[in-house]
């Protein structure tokens, strides 16, 4: 099965910029022809939130509080998954997870729909 390890958390000031990162090994998510790879949060009072997706179609999807500031890329070649965040806010504290899911699912953002997932990583945004 796949393992993710996400790393790249800390702290930042608003208007800062992280770059989270999360490494797949075992059987990759590259091996599969169809699947989404997508990075959540979760903060205190929160559920698990959808960030952004990529999937094997190259489809990107964002959620709305984060398009424009937010960048999901992969590496194929080094099984990496990476988000780039600028023009951090104190909302976007949170812990950032990774996920991935076979098949293609209808809504790349929907938790539900993810199998395999990382033990996180925390970004935390002061003003």
């Known amino acids: 099965q796949v393992q993710l390890v996400e790393s790249g958390g800390g702290s930042v000031q608003a208007g800062g910029s992280l770059r989270l990162s999360c490494a797949a090994s075992?059987?990759?998510?590259?091996?599969?022809?169809?699947?989404?790879m997508a990075w959540f949060r979760q903060s205190p009072g929160k559920g698990r939130e959808g960030v952004a997706a990529?999937?094997?179609?190259?489809?990107?999807t964002y959620a709305t509080s984060v398009k424009g500031r937010f960048t999901i890329s992969k590496d194929i070649a080094n099984d990496t998954l990476y988000l780039q965040m600028s023009s951090l806010k104190p909302e976007d504290t949170a812990m950032y997870y990774c996920?991935?899911?076979?098949?293609?699912?209808?809504?790349?953002?929907?938790?539900?729909?993810?199998?395999?997932w990382g033990q996180g990583t925390q970004v935390t945004v002061s003003s």
């Open positions: 996920a991935a899911a076979p098949g293609r699912p209808v809504l790349p953002l929907a938790p539900s729909v993810y199998t395999i």
């Open positions: 075992g059987h990759t998510w590259t091996h599969h022809s169809s699947h989404c």
């Open positions: 990529v999937c094997s179609d190259e489809v990107t």
